[in-house]
């Protein structure tokens, strides 16, 4: 049974969530969209620190990855290496992402495969990820 204290945390790491993915789906600018991104661990972690859970802790330790690839890659694109473009398709993905992340913590389901899809997402921005998605075995694609 969760308590009050959990009840209220819960709400706010789902308003978050939700405001992180109406704020990256609007945003035009790639730079902003990472940007954006970034409150969704930061949600996360104030979350499991009022109001520890393994499910938020398990999303703080992705989204902060994901985080990292998107901003790896963008600065090897500000370097001048564009070997792998940054595809439209992965933010609306994370979008999707964090909007189930958001419906699974509301309603108790789990997790996992909201994780995943933002997880691919951002993975496939990486060269490893990239390559994958080329030769069609990873697909972000709908």
Known sequence: MQSQR??????ELVEELRR????????????????YFSASYGITERTY?????KEVLVADLLLHGVYNMMTERLSL????NNTVPINPI????????????ANSFESG???FEAL???TVA???????GNYLREKGDLKIES
Do not use: A, H
């Not at 109406?22 to 730079?31: D, G, K, Q, Y």
């Not at 620190?49 to 859970?53: I, T, V």
């Not at 694109?77 to 001048?80: A, D, F, L, T, V």
């Open 6 to 11: 959990d009840d209220f945390f819960r709400k």
């Open 20 to 35: 992180v993915e109406n704020l990256v789906r609007l945003e035009p600018s790639i730079e902003k969209k990472i940007y």
């Open 49 to 53: 620190r009022y109001s520890f859970s």
């Open 77 to 80: 694109i500000k370097s001048g």
């Open 90 to 101: 992965v933010f609306e993905r994370i979008c999707d992402g964090l909007r189930d992340l």
């Open 109 to 111: 389901e789990g997790i």
């Open 116 to 118: 995943g899809t933002i």
């Open 122 to 128: 951002g993975f496939s921005m990486t060269g490893p």
